[in-house]
């Protein structure tokens, strides 16, 4: 191993913090922003026309809101919410200092899939819950959180990989993480045995995700 990976071995603990450093940010970002995106693509979704709660000012402000977000490139809206990051953190720099981007960055696309996710959830049902006198937050609870949960969890999983992404992007200007490794030793130094071995953990993680959130969709599937 010694010949196939030298650097890698040379600097081994570097790679086992960096490793724990993506899996930081990684969590505590996809805790926030399922929190946030969850509100949001339920806020979109009972206030759109035919809403339980329609609201015309509120959806279109805030649809609008999530597909600016979304617009954004993720590397320049590192740049552009830096001041934010500086005023909530203390500095720019740094593996905590990267989840208020990586938050920022994520919560609109999960927004947006869990508002097409809740869309899906028959709307046959809904009327017959509205019939019989369920009032908005039983509905929100019993029947789109409830019928739509596989969804949910399908779209959780696809945002946490999309997250895992963005922190190796993040990586690339000093939050830390297999980002920085990959990019600012293992590319900047030639060393591509580094670069190489970063992206296979990275590829592993994401392996890891796409399993379990199968395995979790599946035994929810079968209740």
Known sequence: MTAIIPN?????GEFIQATWETIYMTL?????SAV???LVGVLLVVTQPGGILEDKLTYSVVDKLVNLLRSIPFIILLAVISPLTKFLIGTTVGTTASLVPLIFGIFPFYARQIQNALLDVDHGVIEAAESMGSSPLEIIFRIYL?????DILRVSIVTVISLIGLT????AIGSGGLGDVAINIGYARFENDIT???MIIILVLV???QLFGDWVVRRVEHQ
């Open 28 to 32: 505590m970002s996809a805790i926030v």
């Open 8 to 12: 890698v071995i040379a600097m081994k």
């Open 168 to 171: 190796t992007m993040a990586g």
């Open 146 to 150: 409830r019928e739509g949960l596989a």
């Open 36 to 38: 946030l995106g969850l």
């Open 207 to 209: 392996f890891a995700v």
């Open 196 to 198: 190489f071995t970063a």
